[in-house]
């Protein structure tokens, strides 16, 4: 199972961004996915999640109404829009899947975001 995550990169303050992740290797179009962050020397942190239906979304408080989150279930894909960005967006970001109660069961690889002022 792998989950690919790309469109990251490098854009200046109050750009947008959009990643893209893209499961293979089983299908996820009956569990949670969402993405994660960690910037330079901080601890992992939730973004954004959301259930198999696209009908329930939940965002982090730091991120809520610039980030929007959306799935397309046929192509196994779950996708972050990133509006207004802040420097403070800068991290790694991982996309998600399987949402347990403990625990996330896949993570992608991460893909780098850049935010200059």
């Known amino acids: 199972v792998q989950l690919q995550a790309s469109g990251g990169g490098l854009a200046q303050a109050g750009g947008d961004l959009r990643l893209s992740c893209a499961a293979s290797g089983r299908t996820f179009s009956r569990e949670e996915m969402g993405w994660f962050r960690q910037a330079p020397g901080k601890e992992r942190e939730f973004v954004a999640r959301?259930?198999?239906?696209?009908?329930?979304?939940i965002y982090a408080e730091s991120v809520k109404g610039r980030f929007t989150i959306s799935r397309d279930n046929a192509k196994n894909t779950v996708y972050l829009q990133m509006n207004r960005l802040k420097p403070e967006d800068t991290a790694v970001y991982y996309c998600?899947?399987?949402?347990?109660?403990?625990?996330?069961?896949?993570w992608g690889q991460g893909t780098q975001v850049t935010v200059s002022s």
């Open positions: 998600v899947a399987q949402r347990t109660t403990i625990r996330w069961a896949y």
């Open positions: 959301i259930d198999w239906k696209s009908i329930s979304t």
